[in-house]
């Protein structure tokens, strides 16, 4: 016997590692030191900065993994793990430098997986960030052929005295919030559980909305997340009086929102003040979803919230909008305990 008698084949595997090196070498930025191949990704820190902080964040795609291998479309994917990790480093006010990834399969599909990669620099393009390295592992037995799980892992730098922590927001800050690309990358178990309960497949038209048409159910659930890097970073340099920011993601605005804030303050939020796209009326119609379920499931059309200084707030709903993101007064921070209230 041998190992590829066992399932894994090292063939593929070097087979895998060119394919993707291509895509690897676009995102490169500076401060990437050596290539592809070494067993550690290194990175030199840039200068400039007094007191240099490095914010990590990691996370997957969860379910829509699923979606993405009944459908054979791998190729955004990428996208969803590096916008989930990178979104989350931006609410400390950090810049991403890095990114890494973890993918696991059944069976090495050299192409397939090559798909996936191509989705992960595409997004570290779009974040400004280096794709350092990763590790992909053939774990037969352990995934059915086809199938595979991705993990990821970002590495940021801000300024020490210029993060966002909660202690700048102050009661009467506003709250603005910035559109979704649709359901993201949260949700998706209750997302899967409506369309096969209800009988649906995959291929199906949606036909819902102008947005929708002539696309199917896959297409709809596999747009990818929303990056919020580079317009954000930009309105932190341009002095646009942000004072928090909250990635809207598992759990939504009522579990993250809050998690910008101080001690002794909460947020009131005016839940008419936006229009709730309709991909998440029809899954709310769809499932028979409790509405307070579905704002704790769901980002309902929020990607990112923003807090900002009342006499900017004009000022910065005309730039994000100029960056081509729906921007909405949603609400503003008021006395409380950490809390969000829907008003």
Known sequence: MDYRQAGVDIEAGRTFVEKIRDSVARTYRLGVLGDLGGFGGCFELPTGYRQPVLVSGTDGVGTKLKIAQIANKHDTIGIDLVAMCVNDVLTSGAEPLFFLDYLATGKLEPDQLAEVVKGIADGCQMAGCALLGGETAEMPGFYGVGEYDAAGFCVAIAEKSEMLNGTQVNIGDVVLGLASSGIHSNGYSLVRKIIETRGYQWGDKLNISPETADLTLAEVFLRPTQLYVQPVLAALKADLGIHGLAHITGGGLPENLPR????????????????????????????????????????????????????????????????????????????????????
């Open 260 to 343: 910008c804030l101080g001690a002794g303050q909460a947020v009131e939020v005016m839940r008419h003040s936006w229009q709730i796209p309709a991909v998440f009326q029809w899954l709310q119609a769809q499932g028979d979803v409790p509405e307070m379920d579905m704002f704790n499931t769901f980002n309902m059309g929020i990607g990112m919230a923003v807090v900002v200084d009342p006499p900017k707030a004009a000022a910065a709903i005309a730039y994000f909008q100029g960056q081509g993101l729906t921007t909405d007064r949603i609400g503003q921070v008021v006395a409380g305990e950490r809390s969000l209230i829907f008003v």
